[in-house]
């Protein structure tokens, strides 16, 4: 499997900076500071634009943001941003997915809402066993190599800067990842010429669905990615719940067709809970564990 390796400061320019100041309790418009070129005046005016009610949480922002730069030119020779991939051969069979060969079992929703014409699941986004065809679907997981942990503990502020940025860093290198997949190895979007800002808007073709976000809620298909991809070929261990350690680190699988969508699994039945266990080969009550947030 491919192992990409970036640097801290080829990584940066891929951050979204509205997730890190989220993590510091700053709503999205104090995140735009980031947009800006750096200049004194420039600044004065982002913050003039403020009414005098926010104006002080906008300061706090300019400063956080100020050291949070800082920081990054500092972790330049502690960490590093490490990717692995695998491009799989792979075909839809009913909920599941088949990678290489390999059984990747999804969920399906169910909740009504208003105006639903579609129940949602990943594996509609790749071409079916029956059709005869085989599609591709890419396998991921990007970490930051370091000892995180360690650095700054004597500084409660430093080493909680220093983990919201390895968080956000973790998230830039797959941007930066998923970039040169679909330009170059699997080449389906070669001509694509998005700016960062846009990558971040998601504009690209395709998704990244990332495990534990709302379309592929459960943690314990991490299982099946490490057995597709060796995890600690670039250090990531799992716990035995599926987390992975580093915490800064996330994976997930990369879809190319042009309709497909991020979307919410939302609440499931027993029913189906009990179809997923069977194709997980899980327990169901181990099960239950794993999708206790979307069972009814």
């Given at each position: 499997m491919p192992i990409l390796s970036y640097s801290i400061s080829e990584t940066t320019p891929y951050i979204n900076w509205i997730y890190f100041f989220h993590a510091w309790g700053f709503q999205p418009k104090f995140a735009t500071i980031a947009d800006l070129h750096g200049c004194d005046s420039c600044r004065a005016l982002w913050l003039a634009?403020?009414?005098?009610?926010?104006?002080?949480?906008?300061a706090e922002a300019m400063q956080l943001f100020k050291e949070a730069q800082?920081?990054?030119?500092?972790?330049?020779?502690?960490?590093?941003?490490?990717?692995?991939?695998?491009?799989?051969?792979?075909?839809?069979?009913?909920?599941?997915?088949?990678?290489?060969?390999?059984?990747?079992p999804l969920l399906r929703q169910q909740s009504t809402?208003?105006?639903?014409?579609?129940?949602?699941?990943?594996?509609?986004?790749?071409?079916?066993?029956?059709?005869?065809?085989?599609?591709?679907?890419?396998?991921?997981?990007?970490?930051?190599?370091?000892?995180?942990?360690?650095?700054?503990t004597d500084d409660p502020y430093q080493h909680l800067l220093v983990q919201t940025l390895a968080d956000r860093l973790a998230?830039?290198?797959?941007?930066?990842?998923?970039?040169?997949?679909?330009?170059?190895?699997?080449?389906y979007a070669?001509?694509?010429?998005?700016?960062?800002a846009e990558l971040l808007q998601e504009k690209f073709q395709g998704i990244r669905p990332a495990v534990g976000y709302p379309s592929l809620p459960d943690?314990?298909?991490?299982f099946l990615i490490d057995q597709?991809?060796?995890?600690?070929?670039?250090?990531?261990?799992?716990?035995?719940?599926?987390?992975?350690?580093?915490?800064?680190?996330?994976?997930?699988l990369m879809l190319a067709h042009p309709a497909a969508r991020y979307f919410s699994v939302g609440r499931i039945d027993q029913e189906q809970l009990e179809d997923y266990a069977r194709r997980r080969g899980m327990p169901i009550e181990q099960m239950r564990k794993f999708l206790s947030s979307n069972l009814e």
């Amino acid at each position: 499997m491919p192992i990409l390796s970036y640097s801290i400061s080829e990584t940066t320019p891929y951050i979204n900076w509205i997730y890190f100041f989220h993590a510091w309790g700053f709503q999205p418009k104090f995140a735009t500071i980031a947009d800006l070129h750096g200049c004194d005046s420039c600044r004065a005016l982002w913050l003039a634009r403020f009414p005098e009610t926010d104006r002080a949480k906008a300061a706090e922002a300019m400063q956080l943001f100020k050291e949070a730069q800082r920081m990054l030119v500092r972790l330049e020779n502690e960490l590093t941003c490490k990717c692995i991939y695998r491009l799989c051969c792979a075909n839809a069979d009913g909920d599941n997915l088949l990678l290489d060969g390999m059984l990747f079992p999804l969920l399906r929703q169910q909740s009504t809402t208003a105006n639903k014409e579609f129940y949602l699941c990943l594996s509609d986004f790749v071409h079916p066993l029956s059709s005869g065809k085989t599609d591709t679907v890419g396998v991921f997981a990007a970490t930051v190599a370091g000892d995180t942990d360690s650095l700054y503990t004597d500084d409660p502020y430093q080493h909680l800067l220093v983990q919201t940025l390895a968080d956000r860093l973790a998230e830039a290198a797959t941007e930066k990842m998923h970039e040169y997949i679909r330009k170059n190895t699997w080449g389906y979007a070669p001509n694509e010429t998005l700016s960062i800002a846009e990558l971040l808007q998601e504009k690209f073709q395709g998704i990244r669905p990332a495990v534990g976000y709302p379309s592929l809620p459960d943690q314990s298909v991490n299982f099946l990615i490490d057995q597709l991809l060796d995890l600690e070929q670039i250090g990531i261990t799992l716990t035995t719940n599926g987390a992975m350690h580093p915490h800064a680190s996330v994976s997930g699988l990369m879809l190319a067709h042009p309709a497909a969508r991020y979307f919410s699994v939302g609440r499931i039945d027993q029913e189906q809970l009990e179809d997923y266990a069977r194709r997980r080969g899980m327990p169901i009550e181990q099960m239950r564990k794993f999708l206790s947030s979307n069972l009814e």
